[in-house]
């Protein structure tokens, strides 16, 4: 069935460190694909998407490209602030629902 | 109104009560879908409505949850006889029938069972 992978956490880094968060995929079809960030205590906010092969998604200076020759959809950023803690989670979605991986959880010390 | 909005924020509630969650979807958006995440994990699907009409219902949703979505337009979300494992947080999300459109989270219902 369709899911999603991500990269187990934690993950911790100094500030101004570059980020990469590992994410791959299992869909029949084409699905889209999303990054969403979760703060403590908060709902999910959508981060970035992308809908259809080679398409990069980005937003607040994070980047991801949909990759179907590699089914992945890798979440980077150049520079991480203190600002980008969080809990990140992929997600596919295939026309009905949406699958999320299990989420990363990113912190970033000053 | 520019988000999904949720009540109650928070719910405690004795083991074998009943709760009743409501989600207010964005305005045009005739899709609405329910989630369940707890600590550590990613959301759940649990189930999602197109308009009035539920069209698709998770392994999860047991028969002590019922959904509605009576006009169209808000839902509930109705746990019967709780149990602890029921703890978690209740996500409502809301879209526009369109492949690619993104799907918007409210905060999420947190219960707690006791």
Same mark, same amino acid.
């Given at each position: 069935g369709d899911s999603v992978t991500q990269m187990?956490?934690? /993950?911790?880094? $100094?500030?101004?460190?570059?980020?990469?968060?590992?994410?791959?995929?299992?869909?029949?079809?084409?699905? $889209?694909?999303f990054w969403y960030v979760q703060y403590p205590g908060e709902g999910l906010q959508l981060l970035l998407k992308a809908t259809k092969a080679d398409d990069k998604g980005s937003n607040k200076g994070f980047e991801a490209t949909y990759r179907k020759e590699t089914t992945s959809f890798h979440l980077?950023?150049?520079? /991480?602030? /203190? $600002?980008? $803690?969080? /809990?990140y989670f992929c997600a596919l979605f295939t026309g009905n629902q949406f699958y999320f991986g299990t989420g990363t959880s990113l912190t970033v010390i000053p | 109104d520019t988000g999904v909005s949720q009540d109650p924020r928070h719910k405690i509630t004795?083991? *074998?009560?009943?709760? !009743?969650?409501?989600?207010?979807?964005i305005s045009e958006h005739n899709r609405l879908y329910w989630y369940r995440q707890t600590l550590g994990q990613g959301p759940e699907f649990l189930t999602y409505f197109q308009n009035e009409a539920q069209l698709e219902k998770s392994r999860l949703l047991?028969?002590?949850f019922s959904a509605e979505r009576p006009k169209g337009s808000f839902s509930t979300l109705e746990i019967q006889r709780t149990e602890q494992g029921d703890s978690a947080m209740? @996500?409502?999300?809301s879209s526009?029938?369109? @492949? *690619?459109? !993104?799907?918007?989270? *409210?905060? *999420?219902?947190?219960? !707690?069972?006791?």
């Open positions: 187990e956490g934690p /993950v911790t880094l $100094s500030e101004e460190a570059f980020l990469t968060i590992n994410c791959t995929y299992t869909a029949t079809g084409y699905p $889209s694909l980077e950023k150049g520079s /991480v602030q /203190v $600002s980008d $803690s969080a /809990v | 004795k083991r *074998g009560q009943n709760v !009743t969650f409501r989600c207010d979807p047991s028969d002590r209740y @996500l409502c999300a526009l029938d369109r @492949l *690619g459109n !993104t799907i918007y989270f *409210g905060e *999420g219902s947190w219960l !707690t069972v006791v």
